[in-house]
């Protein structure tokens, strides 16, 4: 059986006043057209599949993916996606009881599932699935860590801070887990894929970034499965194999989500299993992705009028500027300007004033630091944590957070 590992496509993102539909478009067409070329049997998606998508922006990507993938699904080939954090719990649990009226064994737990359909699990399951030569393949598949998905009853109950409530859903997690390796239907003979996304202790983070219990549910690495044939990751949007093992692995984003990706390979991982001797072979694969530059400039005057020269892809890079300025020489409209005319998709500029003894810093309207989208967005999330209607909240602040953008 034939794999296409990838994860954190984050469909319907923006980045600030930049609408990134083209770029992941791109990234999209590269993952299929790889599917297309190596003739896989399965294409899996390791959670985030959306960004928080709002129903109607679902809408329109799920008719994209349809056209992207069609021909791929009509070959035979089998698309299995799971929920991340950044994916609308209830519009994704939605669209997962809509998939069950036309494929009703995706709820039978160790089931061979149907090919070539499109898959989306909600929930921690397993099941079979057979590639083209007949031969059989089990998968687990592990959304992320949220208590409508694995604390249940008084289990769910609210806790008094988010260290707590992460340690809990952690054990939760683990046990789901040990569960399904302890289910009759589970298979031991047959080679197995662990499908996760989740964050793991010894995974390489952004720079500067030290997650805690109080952010995020992380798991030792020795709990992860690594007896299993393979052990598929997203979440993590740079990557890398874990503890030196190649059949272990985060596939990274399909793309360059922002300034904290500068100089991240991208593509996706092809995953050989032979269900017969369990052999398997994992092998990088790269996609051509957005660039993406952090820029500082010293000196306008001298600085700024060779920056087209120096990034060729200018146009159609994503920018982030630091800018120092002197107050009284500078013209910073006419900066601002000029900067937007070389990087239309600059989407974060910071001007600083050095023209006193102490620097200055100003934020440029419309390309602040932090938009407006996001800082509003990270603070509603925060503040809502284990609310059961959380997603559905988000949604309309998001909704009206583009209305004030709009205008």
């Known amino acids: 059986?034939?794999?296409?590992?990838?994860?954190?496509?984050?469909?319907?993102?923006?980045?600030?006043?930049?609408?990134?539909?083209?770029?992941?478009?791109?990234?999209?067409?590269?993952?299929?057209?790889?599917?297309?070329r190596e003739k896989a049997d399965v294409l899996l998606i390791c959670g985030d599949l959306f960004e928080q998508g709002r129903a109607d922006v679902m809408r329109d990507w799920m008719d994209q993916l349809n056209e992207t993938f069609g021909s791929f699904l009509q070959a035979g080939g089998t698309i299995l996606a799971l929920t991340g954090n950044h994916d609308n719990e209830n519009v994704a649990q939605m669209l997962h009881q809509a998939m069950k009226l036309a494929a009703p064994a995706i709820s039978e737990k160790g089931g061979l599932l149907m090919p070539g359909r499109f898959h989306l699990f909600t929930g921690p399951t397993f099941f079979r699935l057979a590639d083209r030569a007949g031969g059989n393949v089990q998968f687990i598949a592990m959304p992320?860590?949220?208590?409508a998905r694995y604390l249940k009853g008084d289990d769910a109950q609210a806790y008094q801070g988010f260290d707590e409530r992460n340690r809990a859903l952690k054990t939760a997690y683990a046990a789901t887990l040990e569960a399904i390796f302890a289910h009759p239907k589970f298979d031991?003979?047959?080679?197995?894929?662990?499908?996760?996304?989740?964050?793991s202790s010894g995974a390489e983070v952004r720079e500067q970034v030290r997650l805690g219990e109080g952010e995020a549910v992380i798991m030792p690495d020795n709990d992860l499965p690594a007896h299993l044939a393979y052990v598929a990751l997203g979440d993590i949007h740079k990557p890398q194999t874990l503890?030196?093992?190649e059949h272990v692995r985060y596939s990274?984003?399909?793309d360059r989500m922002d300034a904290g990706?500068?100089?991240?390979?991208?593509?996706v991982v092809r995953v050989d299993i032979d269900p017969q001797t369990r052999a398997v072979a994992a092998k990088w694969m790269s996609i051509e992705a957005t660039p993406v530059y952090r820029i500082e400039i010293h000196d306008p005057a001298a600085e700024i009028p060779s920056l087209a020269q120096t990034y060729p892809d200018h146009e159609r890079a994503l920018v982030t500027v630091e800018l120092r300025y002197r107050a009284?020489?500078?013209?910073?409209?006419?900066?601002?300007?000029?900067?937007?005319?070389i990087f239309p998709r600059m989407y974060n500029c910071t001007p600083i004033d050095i023209s006193g003894g102490e620097n200055a810093a100003s934020a440029y309207d419309g390309i602040a630091s932090q938009t407006l989208r996001q800082t509003t967005l990270d603070y509603v999330r925060?503040?809502?944590?284990?609310?059961e209607d959380r997603e559905d909240i988000i949604g309309l602040v998001e909704a009206f957070v583009t209305q004030l953008e709009q205008k």
């Open 1 to 36: 059986m034939r794999i296409i590992h990838t994860s954190d496509w984050h469909l319907g993102r923006r980045l600030g006043r930049i609408d990134r539909t083209d770029d992941l478009r791109r990234a999209v067409k590269q993952v299929a057209d790889i599917c297309q």
């Open 144 to 147: 992320s860590p949220t208590p």
């Open 188 to 199: 031991k003979t047959c080679p197995a894929v662990l499908a996760a996304h989740i964050i």
């Open 243 to 245: 503890m030196g093992l």
């Open 252 to 254: 990274g984003s399909i």
């Open 261 to 267: 990706e500068v100089g991240d390979e991208k593509g």
């Open 328 to 341: 009284g020489r500078d013209d910073l409209n006419a900066l601002l300007a000029e900067l937007n005319r």
């Open 382 to 387: 925060s503040q809502l944590e284990g609310d």
